[in-house]
């Protein structure tokens, strides 16, 4: 059963459009245009609060805003374009679009190797269309799809994207709503998927009029963000509505192929079926009818198995969550930090737990949250979970946007590499990690009201307490700050970044060549010797992988599998900017086996055919 799309202005011919807005407060709605020509129509009410008309004489290209009770005029809460700001008029957007991605039929997940980035800090323009010509590099590098952070309507023109009040409108320094389309299709042509990351938990707080239309948020429930929506409480239908029509926008206008739905475990939703779940039927039903799969990808800190779980046994059916445990397991043990929350981790047996389960915390005690944390993933494939060394989060959210090849050496980046893409998950590339950018990646926005501005300051601040740093973080507010958080591509034509960079497409090529990747068989850790032993079997062969993470050399002893093993890869031979790999070129298994292993490396060894 298709879903309808009705809310905004809805092109039914070239200058006929139909308008649709949800108000129950108002007792009247009437589109003032204001541009080409002044003038009020109005809307006509009918059930639940809904307004709406079909109007002529209206071109693609008018600018609008909807007046309330002839008292004050408000943007369209359901937008698709605001050229002006958040402020500013609506703009009515025609549907014609010349799309070339008729080959395209879709990625299934485990296929999936995505690479996150900014729209804004990718290139030096800053837009969607100054990223086309960048998709050659990220498809010779074995990337298999984007992931752009939320592009929908926000303050200014700066601003990571979680502080959107516009969800249907593509921002407007972007490039707009044809300026998506023409990436998207760009994409697709090259045979990349591409993800986009929306917010569905909170809108930002500038230009945020949807209290004026209707009760979208909620009185019952806070977030860290202010009032939570309201996804449970009275006239909570129509809220649900506006955001199932916002996914199906995405993927129906613009050929989404999956929605990444930031921080879900700020969705506070206590009704029997939940809005998630919802969501999760209605998109599951919009990719059967477009014959292509589409896919919810959550992030969430609860590690709550219910979001991965069938509805039929009592979860939301939701197809990926990002594992942020993996990070931390991963993080923790490279670099040694242990505030925050790194406070829970630091072990190789959390990240042996990570590779053969998915969570870590599944229901142990926290300390950093000082109670029990999580339940079990166990059981979950694999190819559920998203998992990564870096991302926006695990970077920005630190003191000064610190990237990872700011804290280690150049072999644990390797190592961390190898970790992520030789793993059984979806991996995750955040902009730039592929060849060690230097550039840090900030927290930043750009917002006009003076109060707000400090507001966000002061919660930086606050937000880097338990972590022990007390500077002043750099002022999100600052062009300057944006403007040093832009990635520096030609550094992977140098020296170790270059490197670097050619490893990964190493290891890219190795994970799409094996096919054993994707079954993993078990995981041992050795956590004297600081080695997490990971084999995979898949056909006719098999793939075992020797991770040492300790800062010397090491003789470790280790229970081998049967069979003769040999050498595919090792991240410290020389070709690799290493000292010389130690690690043996054949290994015969079957019982115990002696390995000298190089500080903070990989091997990996393949047994069978491809041996």
């Not at 090259?190 to 909620?218: C, I, M, T, W």
């Not at 991963?330 to 590779?355: C, M, N, P």
């Not at 958080?485 to 992977?492: A, C, I």
């Not at 049967?562 to 991240?571: A, I, N, V, Y």
Request: net charge negative; with cysteine.
């Amino acid at each position: 059963m298709s879903f309808t799309i009705g809310l905004g202005a809805i092109q039914r011919e070239h200058s006929r459009f139909r308008f649709q807005v949800w108000a129950p407060l108002a007792s009247g709605i009437e589109v003032h245009i204001v541009a080409p020509q002044e003038r009020l129509l109005p809307l006509w009410k009918g059930d639940r609060g809904y307004f709406h008309a079909i109007l002529d004489d209206v071109e693609p290209g008018t600018l609008y805003f909807y007046t309330i009770d002839h008292r004050k005029d408000r943007p369209d809460p359901a937008s698709r374009f605001q050229p002006r700001g958040v402020h500013g008029p609506s703009q009515v957007i025609g549907s014609d679009f010349p799309w070339e991605d008729y080959s395209w039929s879709g990625l299934f997940l485990p296929h999936y190797i995505l690479y996150e980035l900014h729209v804004g800090a990718f290139t030096p323009e800053g837009t969607f269309d100054a990223v086309i010509p960048r998709l050659d590099e990220l498809k010779d590098l074995g990337i298999t799809a984007i992931e752009l952070m939320p592009v929908a309507q926000f303050p200014g023109s700066r601003n990571w994207g979680y502080d959107g009040t516009y969800p249907f409108a593509v921002h407007n320094t972007y490039g707009g709503p044809n300026g998506l389309k023409r990436l998207v299709n760009a994409c697709h042509k090259k045979q990349l998927a591409v993800v986009l990351d929306v917010v569905y938990n909170h809108l930002g707080p500038e230009g945020n009029y949807l209290g004026d239309f209707g009760r979208y948020f909620s009185d019952r429930y806070l977030t860290p963000w202010g009032r939570a929506l309201n996804f449970d409480g009275p006239e909570s239908d129509e809220v649900r509505r506006y955001f199932v029509e916002n996914a199906l926008y995405w993927v129906r206008e613009f050929h989404v192929d999956a929605l990444r739905l930031d921080a879900v475990h700020a969705i506070v939703d206590q009704s029997p079926y939940a809005f998630l779940a919802e969501l999760a039927e209605t998109v599951r039903n919009e990719a059967d009818r477009l014959n292509r799969p589409v896919y919810l990808m959550a992030e969430s800190d609860l590690n709550d198995n219910r979001l991965l779980r069938a509805r039929e046994i009592g979860g939301y059916g939701l197809d990926v969550h990002w594992n942020d445990d993996f990070h931390h397991s991963l993080h923790s043990v490279l670099t040694g930090e242990q505030t925050g929350y790194y406070e829970d981790f630091g072990r190789i047996d959390q990240l042996a737990k990570a590779f053969r389960d998915g969570f870590v915390y599944s229901g142990e005690y926290s300390r950093y949250r000082r109670r029990r944390h999580g339940s079990s993933s166990s059981g979950i494939h694999p190819q559920h979970f998203v998992v990564f060394s870096q991302n926006h989060d695990q970077v920005g959210n630190r003191y000064s946007g610190d990237r990872l090849s700011s804290l280690v050496c150049f072999e644990a980046l390797k190592l961390a590499a190898g970790v992520v893409l030789l793993s059984p998950f979806i991996p995750l590339l955040f902009m730039g990690e592929e060849y060690a950018e230097t550039a840090p990646f900030m927290y930043f926005v750009s917002h006009s009201d003076p109060d707000l501005i400090g507001s966000v300051r002061k919660g930086r601040a606050e937000e880097f307490a338990a972590f022990g740093w007390t500077a002043e973080p750099p002022d999100p507010q600052a062009e300057e700050t944006f403007q040093c958080s832009k990635v520096n591509p030609e550094q992977r034509l140098k020296g170790n970044h270059k490197l670097l960079r050619e490893f990964y497409r190493e290891l890219i090529l190795i994970r799409k060549g094996f096919i054993a990747l994707s079954g993993m068989k078990q995981t041992l850790c050795y956590e004297k010797d600081k080695v997490l032993f990971a084999q995979f079997e898949g056909g006719a062969k098999e793939v075992a992988v020797v991770f040492h993470f300790g800062r010397t050399e090491a003789a470790a002893t280790l229970s081998w599998p049967p069979g003769t093993w040999r050498k595919e890869l090792d991240s410290a031979q020389e070709h690799w900017g290493g000292q010389g790999g130690k690690a043996p070129l054949v290994v015969s298994g079957g019982e115990e086996v002696s390995l000298t292993l190089a500080p903070l490396s990989l091997a990996l060894y393949v047994h069978g055919e491809e041996a």
